[in-house]
């Protein structure tokens, strides 16, 4: 923890700035201590430089948050691969309607304090910590946040904290620009948990969210009904049925078939055109994912990431349009595929 996010951060439970005990201090990063707020007393560790404000302790928050721990103690190595670092660049780039990554850059060189609600194993973190000039704030509630500290702690402007996105460290009216991205619907309330981070905003302030999307009928009734095993599941058994999941998804792909479907079936929610025999299964009858690249433990992590949370909502446009319209935020792009709904809009 660096000490100048002191001149930031609050208690979460009432507002007031810290005090700071030291345990162990290495240069300039605080590893070990206790933040102390000055008026309510409450208490919040730090370890391993990471301060760690998570205080719910609820059984279906436990549940979610274990799933990001468990899945990136075994997948943070091939996340943190090149490719994958250089795949996901380019999807968000394509889904958030960006023409090139030097374009985003010169949008968030105006933006003094960034929010990255959701960070994982860190990489988004670092690409929105492009710009010196720029202090990212990267907060993770799972044990994801280890991961990401390790990899990015050294940069000079992020800070990485330990939080729940529905319970910030942080004063109202504060961030320039907040990045939620594929996190939102694993919250307990992905609406509410949108209001809550864009009173963060500070006046024509920007947010960016993806937020997973309605699938097929099909696909949403199958859903329903595998997860509502998987999820009580152990770790261990979720991971062998991701794998059954992965084997399947890549039986599928190595087909290398196609399927043409004349005309729309609206009942069925399939669109007439030209498929790819996995991909047309993907999205209409079940999440089988398979990578691209053939990378099984990857796929396996991203099966186990929709099988096991107890919470995956999936929405509509029109939901997420309305999320905006009652935030009095102004929609500036909006993207929708079939894996997700994709929103930027600035806070009038």
Known sequence: MKLSILDHIVCPTCGSSFKLKIKSQL?????????????????????KGIPRFVVDQTKDFVRTEMAFSEKWKIHHQNHHAKDWIEFQRKWFLERFDWKSFNMFKEFLKSKNNILDAGTGIGNSAKML??????????????DSI?????????????????ADIRQLPFKKSFFDYIFSDQVLHHTKNTATSFKYLTKFLVKSGFISIYVYNKKAPI???????VRKKTVKMSVAECT??????????????????????????PLLGVKAGTYDVQRFVYWNFLKCFWDESDNFQRSVGVNFDWYYPKFAYRHTASEVKKWFRNAKLRITTLKEIESGISVTGVKR
């Open 240 to 265: 062998e049925f991701s794998k059954d999941m992965a084997y399947l998804g890549k039986a599928l792909s190595k087909l290398k078939k196609k399927i043409t479907i004349p005309r729309d079936i």
């Open 27 to 47: 240069k300039n990063e605080i590893k070990e201590g206790t933040l102390i707020c000055k008026k309510c007393n409450d208490k919040f560790k730090i370890s």
């Open 129 to 142: 910590s492009v710009n010196k000039s720029t202090t990212v704030f990267a907060l993770d509630a799972s």
């Open 146 to 162: 280890d991961f990401a500290y390790r990899n990015y702690g050294s940069r000079s402007n992020i800070h990485f904290i330990q």
């Open 219 to 225: 696909r949403e009734y199958v859903d329903d009904y």
